[in-house]
């Protein structure tokens, strides 16, 4: 008889309060009260406010000049020169605003763009990205030299179409690039006479 009772009274106390043991906790959170200035309105007048929207997005210029930098973008300093790299981009202080230019070549930097692209030129591993060409040294990146033969995919904004013999090339920072089957070729420089 007392097996009977305990078998129907154990599962019996288990169905009746399990809901409330695997209910979720409810927490009520107590708002809070500021108190502020009273308004005080005038007969006749309407209340007027104001809505101040600050946006910050920073679009692409095609002359890539700011007149502000993000906040938080820290400065590296390069032969007493601070560039200051935003989204793959690299700008100098000039007068009023910031302006677009390429770093120099050997300067160091700890990461690349997120939209770079992988290049192997005679052995060499590359990281192309915005015109810039960069090499692994340890745990760096450096920016090197534009490497004769590189295919890349796409030019960047700010190329020119320039017309030498008959031929039409593609001409970005002294590089000149002739259009291949997929993509664009490195085939040389400028000259600075010229």
């Known amino acids: 008889m007392k097996n009977l009772i305990f078998t129907i009274t154990v599962p019996l106390f288990f169905f009746l309060f399990t809901p409330e043991s695997e209910a979720q906790v409810?927490?009520?959170?107590?708002?809070?009260?500021v108190m502020g200035k009273p308004t005080v309105k005038v007969a006749?007048?309407?209340?007027?406010?104001?809505?101040r929207v600050r946006r910050r997005t920073y679009r692409r210029i095609a002359r890539r000049t700011l007149h502000t930098i993000p906040i938080g973008t820290r400065a590296l300093l390069h032969k007493k020169t601070k560039?200051?790299?935003?989204?793959?981009?690299?700008?100098?202080?000039?007068?009023?605003?910031?302006?677009s230019v390429l770093p120099p070549i050997g300067f160091r930097v700890?990461?690349?763009?997120?939209?770079?692209?992988?290049?192997m030129v005679s052995g060499r591993s590359?990281?192309?990205a915005n015109g810039?060409?960069?090499?692994q040294v340890g745990k760096y990146y450096e920016i090197s030299e534009p490497?004769?033969?590189?295919?890349?995919?796409?030019?960047p904004e700010e190329y020119?179409?320039?017309?030498?013999?008959?031929?039409?090339?593609?001409?970005?920072?002294?590089q000149l690039y002739v259009s291949s089957e997929k993509g664009y070729r490195l085939v040389g420089f400028l000259d600075d006479e010229s």
């Open 160 to 174: 020119e179409e320039k017309t030498i013999d008959g031929k039409t090339y593609y001409a970005f920072d002294d």
């Open 44 to 51: 006749g007048q309407r209340m007027r406010t104001r809505r």
């Open 110 to 119: 700890a990461t690349i763009p997120w939209a770079y692209s992988r290049i």
């Open 132 to 135: 810039i060409y960069y090499q």
């Open 83 to 99: 560039y200051y790299p935003i989204n793959g981009y690299y700008f100098i202080r000039k007068n009023a605003g910031y302006v």
């Open 147 to 155: 490497p004769i033969g590189a295919r890349i995919t796409d030019l």
């Open 26 to 33: 409810v927490r009520r959170h107590r708002a809070r009260v």
């Open 126 to 128: 590359y990281f192309y």
